[in-house]
């Protein structure tokens, strides 16, 4: 049984730095285990396309792909636009099989790059209980993703910092320049944000200028191509792959 194919499932944006990092998180995932194949298909604005790359495996022969949703919580694009593309594409291709790997969040791994960043930003552990920090997300429509949000945010308040508040970009409030506001107004002197993001872009873009407008003393970086990231990309595959109670070397 051949091994099957990692397809990692963007969004896609306008901006070209979006594609770019989508791309080196990938290479990063492919040096971290030699041999696996790994493609890159994106929903709209960046190509190849899903749909076009799922057809290429198809005609070159391939028994199985992976389908693993860049995505940080299960929100419209999880719940609707993937499905839906990959039904129509399950029935055009019936000798490809199309499994489904779930989306990247939450997960420590996600937490650890969020630390990641903050340090390469300026931030040192012992700076963590004078701070507030700002958990920054695309934002979303979906209950249950704001809920997601909230309680990472909640959790990241136990590991040492002053207070944690989430915002978001779009679709949701509070904004980021509002919750870094809002921690000025309890108090807090100095204020972090963490776009809790992948990818530069619009919305990232939109999180970096309300941070700026209030005043914050710490941005960091996007999520980006991270080690940790490609590790948990590894993670979703394996999981995927493997049936629960069964073993890679079963």
């Known amino acids: 049984m051949t091994t099957p194919v990692l397809l990692v499932i963007a969004h896609g944006s306008r901006d070209p730095r979006h594609a770019a990092t989508v791309h080196a998180l990938t290479e990063r995932v492919r040096a971290a285990r030699p041999g696996l194949r790994v493609e890159t298909g994106f929903l709209e604005f960046n190509a190849p396309s899903v749909p076009r790359v799922l057809e290429r495996l198809a005609a070159e022969g391939a028994d199985e792909a992976i389908a693993l949703p860049l995505l940080l919580t299960r929100a419209f694009h999880a719940k609707t636009d993937i499905p839906s593309v990959l039904r129509e594409a399950r029935a055009r291709l019936p000798r490809l099989h199309i499994r489904p790997a779930d989306v990247l969040g939450p997960s420590p791994l996600l937490n650890a790059t969020l630390g990641r960043r903050l340090r390469e930003a300026g931030v040192r552990p012992g700076d963590l209980p004078r701070t507030g920090l700002v958990l920054a997300s695309a934002g979303s429509t979906d209950p249950e993703a704001i809920a997601v949000i909230a309680e990472i945010a909640r959790e990241l308040?136990?590991?040492?910092?002053?207070?944690?508040?989430?915002?978001?970009a779009s679709a949701a409030l509070p904004r980021t320049e509002d919750a870094v506001r809002a921690l000025r107004a309890d108090g807090v002197r100095h204020v972090a944000v963490a776009p809790y993001v992948i990818a530069p872009g619009r919305l990232p873009d939109r999180i970096a200028a309300g941070a700026e407008a209030a005043g914050a003393d710490i941005l960091a970086d996007v999520?980006?191509?991270?080690?940790?990231?490609?590790?948990?990309?590894?993670?979703?595959?394996?999981?995927?792959?493997?049936?629960?109670?069964?073993?890679?070397?079963a």
């Open 157 to 168: 308040r136990h590991t040492g910092w002053c207070a944690v508040r989430p915002a978001f």
């Open 223 to 249: 999520l980006g191509p991270a080690p940790e990231l490609a590790r948990l990309l590894l993670d979703r595959y394996d999981e995927a792959r493997v049936p629960v109670g069964a073993s890679l070397s």
